[in-house]
């Protein structure tokens, strides 16, 4: 199985650019729903991003690996239903 090094980390820079964009967005005028649907959007994102942050340190370099398979995986179905896996 070819494994792509730097995956792991580009994903990191992208889950942490993206942070950032919201961190600013969550500054300025929002009516509160919205501001509650971006913290919430944050808080994931960090979660991911430290997430992320684990398995580059743990060097998860495939699916294969345990490390990577603990982790909690969220699909959206056809109907629009959030399925929760693991391993």
Do not use: P
Not at 33 to 48: E, G
Not at 65 to 82: A, G, I
Request: aromatic share 8%.
């Amino acid at each position: 199985m070819a494994t792509d090094r730097l995956a792991l980390q580009t994903w990191w820079d992208t889950n942490d650019a993206q942070i950032g964009q919201l961190t600013v967005h969550v500054r300025s005028n929002l009516s509160d729903l919205s501001r509650c649907v971006i913290v919430a959007l944050i808080t994931t994102d960090v979660h991911a991003r430290d997430i992320v942050d684990e398995l580059k340190k743990e060097q998860a370099l495939s699916t294969s690996d345990f490390n990577w398979q603990k982790q909690l995986r969220y699909y959206f179905e056809d109907d629009d239903t959030c399925v929760i896996k693991q391993i």
